[in-house]
């Protein structure tokens, strides 16, 4: 149940930022055209049509990403290779989202620093609500 807290207060804390962020200061991408009719330029073509170019800054693709191996990263509990396998596919994600022309390292950076700041935020909001809930209980 404390992970689930944990999760639900980062996502409505994060997913708030995110929305001043897109508010206050909207960004988008000019992407490059893409030439061709091979597997390749259609796969673009499509990711591009599913994806618009807007809202871009802080990236919710790598943030996502990036709260998946840091839900992991100190758990002893999960085999280190499987916490480095979490860090290799954040990591491919970031890599994707810039070669694909969908953000800019800014927008990468940004939103890997929101979640590690959102993630601890919660965990401090979640240690407090259990301790309380603790104390209520044993008052009763």
């Known amino acids: 149940e404390i992970g689930v807290r944990l999760v639900g207060s980062e996502m409505c804390i994060r997913d708030r ?42 990236s919710i693709h790598c943030l996502v990403s990036w709260l998946c191996y840091i839900g992991i990263r100190g758990n002893k509990k999960v085999p280190q290779w499987i916490r480095t396998t979490f860090c290799i596919c954040a990591i491919a994600v970031f890599i994707s989202t810039l070669t694909t022309k969908q953000h800019v390292i800014y927008d990468v950076v940004a939103g890997v620093a929101l979640v590690e700041v959102t993630y601890r935020v919660s965990k401090l909001i979640v240690k407090k609500a259990v301790k309380k809930g603790k104390s209520n209980t044993e008052e009763a």
């Open 17 to 58: 930022v995110c929305f001043i962020c897109y508010v206050v200061y909207p960004t988008t991408n000019t992407r490059p055209e893409i030439v061709g009719s091979d597997i390749w330029a259609q796969l673009m073509r499509f990711l591009y049509s599913m994806d618009a170019a807007d809202n871009l800054f802080p």
